[in-house]
T-cell receptor
């Protein structure tokens, strides 16, 4: 039990669909992250939220829209995706004390397939 | 620019043999270094971390890593590999982000195969 849950675990969607990924952390952390993990590529940081405020956005296409309503929940809203967006999307959380990041706790991921 | 290099895409080791996974980093300041492991279908789990102090750090599951500043390396070691160690291993460095905060940069990973 990692303390970070993600739903759904698997998602297949067409390019015209709209869907959302959900992440919840039960660790009392104040920072949450979305990563994209594609085959044979390094883990790509997409978004970082600290104290519910977006502090990092690594030039992610606008078809990915994050939402962090509180420190325990993080969403990734998806619309008009492309087949190359198929990947494992990982959520993580950590305690951000304003200095170098401590360890991150990861959820199991959502395996997304865009058809 | 900050970066992490894991030179080996995959490694095969016999059960009971020793293991060393290589990691080199590029970062101008004092690095904050991590090793994570990812089992199939799972998220990443922290094995160990180095922030300062003793350059040989112990982690969970019998893993250890040694920080060598002169070589910009942070190699992961395990004296005797078990079949359950088969997984993907990621080295990471904590670095300054674009907006003044910090972020973690991951290497591409090394997949470990264990043969009986």
């Amino acid at each position: 039990e990692t303390g970070v849950t993600q739903t759904p675990r698997h998602l297949v969607m067409g390019m015209t669909n709209k869907k959302s990924l959900k992440c919840e952390q039960h660790l009392g952390h104040n920072a949450m992250y979305w990563y994209k993990q594609s085959a044979k590529k390094p883990l790509e940081l997409m978004f970082v939220y600290s104290l519910e405020e977006r502090v990092e956005n690594n030039s992610v296409p606008s078809r990915f829209s994050p939402e962090c309503p509180n420190s325990s929940h993080l969403f990734l809203h998806l619309h008009t995706l492309q087949p190359e967006d198929s990947a494992l999307y990982l959520c993580a959380s950590s305690q951000d004390n304003g200095g170098p990041l401590g360890e991150q706790y990861f959820g199991p991921g959502t395996r997304l397939t865009v058809t | 620019a900050q970066s992490v290099t894991q030179p080996d895409i995959h490694i095969t080791v016999s059960e009971g043999a020793s293991l060393e996974l290589r990691c080199n980093y590029s970062y101008g300041a004092t690095p904050y270094l991590f090793w994570y492991v990812q089992s199939p279908g799972q998220g990443l789990q922290l094995l160990l971390k180095y922030f300062s102090g003793d350059t040989l750090v112990q982690g969970i599951k019998g893993f250890e890593a040694e920080f060598k500043r002169s070589q910009s390396s942070f190699n992961l070691r395990r004296p005797s590999v078990h079949w359950s160690d088969a997984a993907e291993y990621f080295c990471a460095v904590g670095a300054a982000g674009n907006t003044g905060g910090f972020k973690t940069i991951f290497g591409a990973g090394t997949r470990l195969f264990v043969k009986a």
